[in-house]
């Protein structure tokens, strides 16, 4: 089955204790994404990647990471992280960059951060 | 700038009766407009696209939309609600920035209720 898989499903932590959520794909998309996801601002883009060891920032890169070293797997990395990072992030892949392809969403981390 | 607009935060509808849920974008070239539907606990999932062609679109569980050139708008249509259609609906534009990066802009979601 085609799918997007995104772990943990929930997580707590505390401010400043360093954390990884996996993303990975089984559709061997090119293109990767992390979104967060807040009440009335819709999914904003944290960072992209074009492909293997190709990545650039989204619109709010502040406090995130990727890397990108396999074409399945995308993690994304909260080196320090801070009450303002609490919300739902969204891993997502599309096949290359066409305009027309819509992109495959994994089902969700809920981060709080305390 | 490309951007898009759910002018509607939520939509409720009596089951039975037919649904709109608004959109309206602004592209600097062609639009390539999708919907995507959250249901609770869940991640989005695609509902249906415009690339080119017929306006209407029609897309999954009976969804379609109808891409509007001179209003610039993609509303999102279904002839008669279901209580399974309650869930959240976010349209979105693909952005093509001046890196030849591809993203999608989605706008803020709207909420959809059908009341039994």
């Known amino acids: 089955e085609a799918q997007v898989t995104q772990n943990p499903r929930y997580l707590i932590t505390v401010t400043g204790k360093k954390l990884t959520v996996t993303c990975s794909q089984n559709m061997n998309h090119e293109y990767m994404s992390w979104y967060r996801q807040d009440p009335g601002l819709g999914l904003r883009q944290i960072y992209y990647?074009?492909?293997?060891?190709?990545?650039d920032k989204g619109d709010v890169p502040e406090g995130y990471k990727v890397s990108r070293k396999e074409k399945r797997n995308f993690p994304l990395i909260l080196e320090s992280p801070s009450p303002n990072q609490t919300s739902l992030y969204f891993c997502?892949?599309?096949?290359?960059?066409?305009?027309?392809?819509?992109?495959?969403f994994g089902q969700g981390t809920r981060l709080t951060v305390v | 700038a490309q951007s898009v607009a759910q002018p509607e935060d939520q939509v409720n509808v009596a089951e039975g009766n037919p649904l709109t849920v608004k959109c309206t974008y602004s592209v600097s070239g062609n639009p390539y407009l999708f919907w995507y539907v959250q249901y609770p606990n869940r991640g989005l999932q695609f509902l249906l696209k415009?690339?080119?062609?017929?306006?209407l679109v029609k897309g999954s569980y009976g969804f379609e939309a109808e891409f509007n050139k001179s209003q610039t708008s993609f509303h999102l249509k279904k002839p008669s609600a279901l209580v399974s259609d309650s869930a959240l609906y976010f349209c979105a534009v693909r952005d093509i920035g001046y890196s030849s990066a591809s993203k999608i802009i989605f706008g803020s979601g709207t909420r959809l209720s059908i009341r039994p």
């Open positions: 415009y690339i080119t062609g017929d306006n």
């Open positions: 997502a892949s599309s096949s290359g960059q066409g305009e027309g392809t819509e992109a495959f």
């Open positions: 990647s074009m492909n293997v060891e190709v990545t």
